[in-house]
């Protein structure tokens, strides 16, 4: 196995841990660690977590660290080969050979090859990220596919051979969890899992990624959106909703909203289904003035 221990001038977890937060991107030391040993290892990174604790963001932020692309394969149920890796055009091959008359033409060629995701992060390994999202969402034949290009990063295209990457790519994949990974997926990867983060480094990264909010607001919100996410609700507030919150209420008690009716005012930026907000409706007034405590 080759080791790459210096990952454009990032030798160690904790200068990953430093460039991601220059990238605004807060990484515990398990986060930063996983994500450094696959890098120098050259192995997919394996992000599970709940919806909304920053999975895509993490990718996107080792993206912008490396100063590479990011390419996202977004998953879901009936993703197949085509999605993922190419297709040929058939109406412009269909039109090149009506224009070619009796002359030969090569229909295989370049120009008609559409690439998807993981082509393209095969051919340039070098300046990319590949991320595969919510691998759970696809179904199970999509990921024993997978398997093979997770193991020799290539791929056969019958019409013009196999197509190996240069270098092994960079390649993340995110999970919700709505289902369980075949253990062999598991194998080829570095994993993590990520959790919501605690209140102190979610207050943080609040005012990180909203700059006009004020630390005693992101504290109320992080502190009412802890209480919702302990409620039995469909869908969570995760990280980005916080952040949302955030600035929703801050933007509404600037043109005149007083506290906690901001936050009240506001609570659509944070729970976004109708059956959430009607059961946290009659409790919401005083979730909202323990959280300001």
Sequence with gaps: ???????????????????????????DDGLSTAAYLALALGKPLLLEGAPGVGKTEAAK???????RKLIRLQCYEGVDAAAALYEWNYPRQ?????QAGEDSIDIYGESFLIERPMLACLRAPDSTV???DEIDRADQEFEAFLLEFLSDFQISIPERGTIRAAERPIVVLTSNRTRELHEALRRRCVYHWIDYPDAEREARIVMMRASSVAEATARAVVAAVAKLRREPLSKAPGIAEAVDWAEAATLLNQTGARWPDAFRRSIGVALKDEEDLSFIAPRLDALLAEAMT
């Design 94 to 98: 269909m039109l090149a050979i009506r």
């Design 1 to 27: 196995m080759v080791v790459r221990s210096n990952i454009v001038g990032i030798g160690s977890p904790q200068a990953l841990e430093k460039a991601l937060r220059a990238a605004y991107y807060l990484a």
């Design 61 to 67: 932020a080792v993206a912008a660290v490396l100063g």
């Design 130 to 132: 590949l991320l595969i």
